[in-house]
């Protein structure tokens, strides 16, 4: 008894339709995945850029939204500027780098292409006012500004073109794991030398 329980023609036409329109993206996203693939998929992330007095900081957005006054994580950077002796109100520099970028055209966004623009974007900050120390907070902050990755949490890194960098765990991490922030303000009362001057 099985054939009348079949729909209408025309009903049961849509869906083969429907399948066969959406075999065609899903065949593409398909396509990066055999590793013999040179396309690296384009990383996602968005920084902001901050100054706070003699220091620039370039801190993961992990939302992707910019910072509001009254969010837990930039409550948490102005508890932090503070403790290192910095104005605990930064001036937000520009609007966030998002990546991808949104551009029409076959751009490369890889990696590569992700870590030249910040440091490049990053650099021009840098000729119109030098720092003495740019933080570094967050994976993707370090990792596409400084080519560090979580094993340089806590310490300062050398990047050519950009000068001495902090590496620090993102906002998110810290107020996660609040265990960490110890030893971020370990390493600040180290390093705060490099920012406060000697009469300060």
């Not at 996602?44 to 620039?56: T, V």
Request: charged content about 25%; hydrophobic content about 40%; some cysteine.
């Amino acid at each position: 008894g099985c054939p009348p329980a079949r729909a209408p023609e025309g009903r049961g036409a849509a869906p083969f339709i429907g399948q066969h329109a959406n075999s065609h993206p899903a065949a593409e996203e398909a396509e990066p995945a055999p590793p013999k693939a040179p396309v690296v998929p384009p990383p996602r992330f968005a920084l902001q850029l901050l100054r706070a007095g003699r220091c620039l900081l370039l801190v993961e957005l992990t939302t992707g939204q910019p910072f509001q006054s009254r969010d837990p994580s930039y409550l948490l950077l102005k508890d932090m500027l503070r403790a290192a002796g910095l104005p605990d109100s930064p001036q937000i520099i520009g609007e966030p780098v998002r990546w991808p970028l949104l551009v029409r055209g076959q751009m490369d966004q890889g990696p590569e292409a992700a870590r030249d623009f910040v440091q490049g974007f990053v650099g021009a900050r840098l000729e119109d006012e030098p720092c003495a120390c740019l933080w570094l907070i967050g994976l993707p902050s370090m990792k596409y500004a400084g080519e560090a990755d979580a094993e340089s949490y806590h310490r300062e890194i050398q990047i050519e073109g950009l000068g001495t960098a902090w590496a620090l765990p993102g906002l998110e991490l810290l107020m996660d794991e609040p265990e960490r922030k110890a030893d971020v303000w370990k390493a600040m009362r180290r390093l705060m030398t490099r920012w406060k001057s000697i009469d300060e």
